[in-house]
């Protein structure tokens, strides 16, 4: 009888409640959600001025080639065998893609503006999203987020179990083996080196210093500022030149808003894309589905406590018509 | 036997199947966290390649929190109501509640690091990773040495 009880009282009552909250998405979750546009600093990129020069890129190079890593060699014997090992480390130079070694490239577009075939070159690095996932769904908090929007990753905390790179939409943070804490851990069976990806020069930044990538540019393409002014600015250009934007909305909003002469979908054709080459394609919210079962989980012990409640009055019921009949 | 009978009323049959399948998914999610079902070649087996995708077991995770957190919450009422002047809690089980609990404390300070704008500190969070997985794995010893040795959650006065 006392498993009956139980049985209806919890399962229809807590259960339901709990299930029809999850399911039903919880309003003002947004609102809980809402970033603070005054304190993250976001980056307005105006592709239509950018010339393709690489000035950022050399800049970015020189400004961070102390983070850059310096793997110990021989790597170990990984286990199992497939973990691939990715040593970028006799490929330095490269710098038409991202890796450990080059956190920024120009990723080129052959497309037409009024009739006239132009190319495009667009600046290409970490978006900085305003929830970044790299950041929040990094097993060991390696991977963080300034307040002022940057996130960037502790070479001295990350295994390289590249988690990062997979949830990122472009695929950004690159790994090299034979670097990082793993070594003094279990090298042959956990992690495997260190993800990099760009910081936004967050050591600049904290010295009020702009980034290296903006500072060389000499076409004035990237603007810095808070990340509510530089949407209003990119707005603005956007209205401007009839141009589009990139970044608002991408993963619930980032930190790096591009304005494009042509639309983002043709871009996206136009470049080339693949490992280290990331897309120009839109993108959903990736932590809001998570996110939007944080408040049933405030509810759910409401639902347990009612249905326990329901289960005793149930029980108290039942006992006094037992004692009447 | 008598001991068992009495400790299989205490938490009705479907309420206690509930708490192992919720705790099991948790554990099975919670580990997936890590990159290491793929690594290990767990999501090539047919049918769990679904542990390999992260966000899948995140949304998992939460779902297998929201009804741990219900769960919970009805049998600390229940007990509190209908059961606490016949059963006592043994030793084992409050081990068992302080760890759940501090399971249950650290996962929802993650939840929160987890929404944007959240403000959490990095070295709290390291703190909170490192706590919530140290936690599980204290949890699934006790609950391991428990089973051996019968330990039940409660006792009748």
């Known amino acids: 009888m006392e498993q009956q009880i139980s049985r209806r009282s919890f399962l229809k009552g807590g259960m339901a409640a709990a299930a029809g909250v999850a399911a039903a998405g919880i309003p003002g979750t947004e609102a809980l959600a809402a970033p603070d546009e005054s304190k993250q600093l976001a980056t307005l990129i105006d592709i239509s001025k950018c010339v393709g020069c690489e000035a950022c890129v050399d800049a970015c190079s020189e400004v961070n080639a102390a983070k850059y890593p310096n793997p110990r060699k021989p790597f170990p014997k990984m286990v199992p065998s497939r973990v691939p090992v990715e040593d970028w480390s006799e490929k330095q130079d490269v710098n038409d893609r991202l890796t450990p070694y080059n956190w920024l490239f120009i990723q080129h577009a052959e497309v037409e503006i009024n009739g006239e075939d132009t190319e495009l070159t667009i600046p290409r690095r970490c978006m900085h999203c305003v929830n970044p996932p790299c950041v929040k769904l990094c097993p060991w908090g390696a991977a963080r987020q300034l307040e002022n929007g940057i996130s960037r990753i502790d070479s001295d905390l990350c295994l390289g179990g590249s988690k990062c790179k997979k949830l990122c939409p472009w695929n950004i943070p690159q790994r090299q083996t034979g670097t990082g804490l793993y070594l003094d851990i279990l090298p042959s069976m956990a992690g495997n080196g260190v993800m990099y990806k760009c910081d936004r020069c967050y050591q600049r930044v904290a010295e009020g210093e702009l980034p290296a990538c903006i500072e060389a540019c000499p076409e004035g393409v990237q603007t810095i500022g808070p990340r509510d002014e530089i949407i209003k600015k990119a707005h603005a250009l956007a209205r401007e030149i009839n141009g589009y934007i990139y970044g608002e909305k991408e993963n619930g909003g980032t930190n790096t808003i591009y304005v494009s002469p042509v639309p983002f979908e043709e871009l996206n054709k136009a470049v080339e894309k693949g490992k280290g080459k990331p897309h120009l394609k839109p993108v959903k919210d990736t932590m809001a589905q998570a996110n939007n079962l944080a408040a049933a989980m405030l509810l759910a012990p409401v639902a347990g406590i009612a249905a326990a409640v329901g289960k005793y009055f149930k029980n108290a019921r039942t006992l006094k018509r037992g004692s009447n009949q | ?157």
């Open chain 2, 1 to 157: 036997m008598n001991q068992n009978f009495a400790n299989a009323r205490v938490i009705s049959r479907p309420v206690r199947w509930m708490y192992l399948a919720t705790g099991f998914f948790l554990v099975l999610t919670g580990f997936g966290q890590m990159p290491i079902f793929k690594r290990y070649y767990i999501a090539d087996i047919p049918g769990l390649g679904w542990l390999a995708e992260f966000f899948v077991t995140h949304y998992i995770h939460y779902l297998g929190a929201i009804v741990l957190l219900a769960l919970a919450a009805y049998m600390v009422a229940d007990y509190l109501m209908s059961k606490r002047n016949s059963w006592n809690l043994t030793a084992s089980g409050y081990v068992r509640i302080a760890l759940l609990t501090g399971l249950l404390v650290s996962g929802a300070l993650l939840v929160i690091r987890n929404l944007t704008g959240s403000s959490l500190t990095a070295g709290f969070i390291i703190f909170l990773d490192l706590t919530h997985l140290g936690l599980v794995m204290v949890f699934l010893f006790v609950s391991l040495y428990c089973l051996i040795f019968k330990k039940h959650w409660t006792t009748r006065r």
